[in-house]
């Protein structure tokens, strides 16, 4: 299996480009963010057309999310459990959910399709926003992991956080002053480790970024980003055979300002002698 998560900003903008992208690349799983649309306004017959199915959620012309896969999606869920919402200047419990997350099963593993809130400055409310976010997120997984501990999990997409200070090329996002490089993001990052994942891209590509700003000629002076990521449990991590981030993809007529990142998986039972990536220490 082909796995792929990209940020595509905007599906009607750019869909061409990204059904020849997957096509092209043999992308079996294609997980989607920020499509800013509704599922009324989908092209999904660009896509079945290229022979997927596809599942996408989306509220608005902002967020919103999505999964295309060669085969069926299997127990499609539109949020993980206790995921909070987000309404400004609405407080309280029952603020409404955005559409920032797709699950689906595909061939025996769980992929989920995910959007990360920005957090927008630090002082913001969307910034505890995000925390909070993320703190149920990794509680889902622990969850996830308790109950089925050889589960093939995968969480995809864009989390708008850069873990290390190496993922950072970007000089108008300051440690201490900006969003996405913050010691409670990058603590909230690896707390999801903690849950029992694993980035299974790094390994395999240890320096790379994803995202460039539009603005500033970021991308040819490659000040990015490194923000997508694949995080897989063990049994994902075991099954991974390659890995690449697709840094071309950024160039050409209306690039997303992400790229796509991608992973092979080798999905039969891997023997004791054969030579898989040291993901999980």
């Given at each position: ?84 919402g ?71 997409g ?67 980003l ?56």
């Amino acid at each position: 299996m082909r796995l792929a998560t990209w940020n595509v900003n905007s599906i009607r903008a750019r869909v061409g480009r990204i059904v020849d992208f997957a096509q092209r690349e043999g992308i079996d799983v294609l997980a989607m963010q920020e499509i800013k649309c509704t599922p009324a306004q989908f092209p999904f017959a660009a896509f079945e057309e290229a022979g997927y199915h596809v599942e996408a959620h989306g509220l608005n012309q902002w967020n919103g999310v999505a999964i295309a896969s060669r085969e069926p999606l299997e127990d499609v869920e539109l949020a993980f459990p206790d995921m909070p919402g987000f309404a400004k200047g609405h407080e309280g419990p029952d603020q409404p959910q955005e559409a920032r997350a797709m699950g689906a099963t595909v061939g025996g593993v769980r992929v989920w399709s995910l959007y990360v809130p920005n957090g927008r400055g630090l002082g913001d409310p969307h910034y505890v926003y995000k925390l909070d976010w993320l703190g149920a997120l990794a509680q889902y997984t622990r969850d996830a992991l308790a109950r089925t501990p050889d589960l093939a999990l995968a969480l995809t997409g864009d989390f708008n956080i850069a873990p290390t200070d190496e993922d950072n090329g970007d000089p108008t996002i300051v440690p201490g002053l900006s969003t996405h490089v913050s010691e409670p993001e990058r603590d909230a990052f690896r707390a999801l480790e903690a849950a029992g994942l694993a980035d299974v891209v790094r390994p395999l590509v240890p320096t790379g970024f994803t995202y460039w700003d539009y603005k500033q000629l970021r991308f040819p002076r490659n000040q990015g980003l490194r923000i997508d990521f694949i995080l897989g449990s063990r049994a994902f991590a075991d099954a991974v055979t390659g890995a690449a981030i697709h840094r071309d993809e950024r160039k050409g007529d209306a690039p997303s300002d992400h790229v796509p990142v991608v992973v092979d998986l080798d999905t039969a039972a891997p023997d004791e002698d054969d030579d898989v990536p040291m993901i999980f220490g």
